[in-house]
């Protein structure tokens, strides 16, 4: 079997890190990956920027690919998938009508209001006077967000009605955002824990992976700019038996169900955020159409079945034969970002990383390789993954882990994982 992975971040790596584990799989192709990618066994990188869709396919076919698995959210919105199965390609991932549950936060808000899945209070708008008489209306704290793909950064909470007003001005007016923030959902403020559900869908059947929950703020206990995720662990001690049953019942099937009732069958990973309440009450905050970078990295380390081979099942429309399997124990990875991410940062740092053991991994993101060396290359440059029996062993293993890492310049929270203990 031969996999092509698309994109170059932690994801990404653990993707292809997981996949080649496997004897059946001979190799597996990173498009265009990291350094992390072309050290591992069985796997190399490809020079194909992950939005250059006809370069894309033209690799595919000249490789014979068995499967290709997209990572980022850019290539599925652009519509990368039906341009492969158009050309008779098996590719994981949604269409690109199905993918504005992600491309667009309108579609997704109108989306699940007509579908009465649970979601914060929200209303469209593309004019900023009104947005701004609806601010004024609502009061604060209140959440602005632009409605096409932003990076991570088209979230605002606007703590006061001056914030808010400039927060419009800059998305409407402004052009911040470009075509992307020509539209801004304005939303009620939610307040509880958050948790990342991620599942396989392959049309109509639901495969879901472990649950997980993220670090979204740079600094420790959840102070500083929104980033696109600074740790993660799995699994997430928040979603008990009976909220992952709700979960499934009420957001998922009802998402998978409508999605193909209304003409747009969902196949791909499905990734909901959750705010959870203190009752246990369960909002949707937001669909991606991919899976959660770094949650993908605790969440690959505990996967025992062959990821490469449930894709392909899923492509088949087969999910519901299929099994995951996963280890029991817990595991916890934490980002190392440059200096100064997600704003301005220097790149060219030399990196020595440490050899690691079966129980933990440093997957790369951010890095690349130059005569054997391995340099620091964007914000998040690495996540230092590891299993332990409890939260609280897969905390220390991922700390004594980054303790071996040599690089002047890393920037890490020291305290990921804090609320599951
Ligand atoms: P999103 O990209 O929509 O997930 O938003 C990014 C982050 O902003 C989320 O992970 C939350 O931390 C926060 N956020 C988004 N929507 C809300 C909301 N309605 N209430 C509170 N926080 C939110
Ligand atoms: N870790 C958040 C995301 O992948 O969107």
Same mark, same amino acid.
């Given at each position: 079997m031969k996999v092509l992975v698309i994109g170059s971040g932690g994801r990404e790596h653990a993707i292809a890190w997981q996949c080649a584990k496997f004897s059946e799989v001979h190799h597996v192709f990173v498009a265009p990956g990291n350094a992390g990618c072309a050290l591992e066994n069985k796997v190399s990188n490809v020079e194909i920027d992950s939005k250059d869709i006809p370069a894309l396919i033209e690799f595919a076919k000249e490789k014979s690919i068995d499967i290709t698995i997209v990572g980022p959210e850019a290539p599925l919105v652009m519509g990368i998938v039906d341009d492969f199965q158009g050309q008779g390609l098996a590719i994981f991932g949604p269409t690109k009508l199905a993918a504005q549950l992600e491309g667009s936060k309108a579609f997704c808000k109108d989306f699940l209001y007509r579908n009465n899945i649970p979601t914060a209070f929200y209303k469209t708008f593309t004019e900023a006077e009104e947005a701004k008489l609806y601010v004024k209306e609502q009061g604060t704290p209140i959440v602005i967000k632009a409605d096409g793909l932003a990076a991570g950064k088209g979230v605002i909470i606007a703590n006061t009605i001056q914030e808010a007003v400039n927060t419009i001005d800059d998305m409407l007016e402004g052009n911040r955002f470009g075509d992307a923030g020509s539209r801004v959902v304005i939303e009620e403020f939610l307040v509880g824990e958050e948790a990342s559900f991620i599942v396989m869908v392959d049309g109509?059947?639901?495969?879901?992976?472990? @649950?997980?929950? #993220?670090?979204?703020?740079?600094?420790?206990?959840?102070?500083g700019p929104n980033t696109g995720g600074m740790g993660a662990y799995s699994p997430a001690a928040i979603v008990s038996p009976a909220i992952f049953d709700e979960v499934m019942d009420t957001v998922i099937k009802t998402t998978v169900d409508a999605m193909q009732s209304e003409g747009m069958p969902y196949t791909g990973f499905l990734y909901a955020g959750l705010m959870i309440d203190d009752k246990g009450k369960v909002k949707v905050l937001e669909y991606?159409?991919?899976?959660?970078? *770094?949650?993908?990295? *605790?969440?690959?380390?505990?996967?025992?079945?062959?990821?490469?081979?449930?894709?392909?099942?899923?492509?088949?429309?087969?999910?519901?034969?299929?099994?995951?399997?996963?280890?029991?124990? @817990?595991?916890?990875?934490?980002?190392?970002?440059?200096?100064?991410? *997600?704003?301005?940062?220097?790149?060219?740092?030399?990196?020595?990383? *440490? #050899?690691?053991?079966?129980?933990?991994?440093?997957?790369?993101?951010?890095?690349?390789?130059?005569?054997?060396?391995?340099?620091?290359?964007?914000?998040?440059?690495?996540?230092?993954?590891?299993?332990?029996?409890?939260?609280?062993?897969?905390?220390?293993?991922?700390?004594?882990?980054?303790?071996?890492?040599?690089?002047?310049?890393?920037?890490?929270?020291?305290?990921?994982?804090?609320?599951?203990?």
């Open positions: 109509s059947n639901i495969l879901p992976m472990a @649950t997980s929950q #993220d670090h979204k703020a740079r600094d420790n206990d959840d102070k991606n159409c991919r899976f959660g970078d *770094p949650e993908t990295q *605790p969440i690959m380390m505990r996967l025992k079945s062959n990821l490469a081979k449930l894709c392909i099942s899923a492509t088949q429309g087969a999910l519901d034969s299929a099994k995951a399997e996963w280890d029991e124990r @817990t595991c916890l990875g934490v980002v190392m970002a440059a200096n100064g991410y *997600p704003e301005t940062y220097i790149k060219g740092e030399k990196i020595e990383i *440490p #050899d690691e053991s079966l129980d933990s991994k440093i997957f790369h993101a951010g890095t690349k390789l130059e005569k054997e060396n391995i340099y620091s290359n964007g914000g998040r440059v690495l996540c230092a993954t590891a299993l332990g029996t409890d939260i609280k062993d897969a905390q220390t293993q991922a700390y004594g882990l980054i303790e071996k890492v040599k690089w002047e310049g890393a920037y890490y929270r020291t305290d990921i994982g804090f609320k599951a203990l």
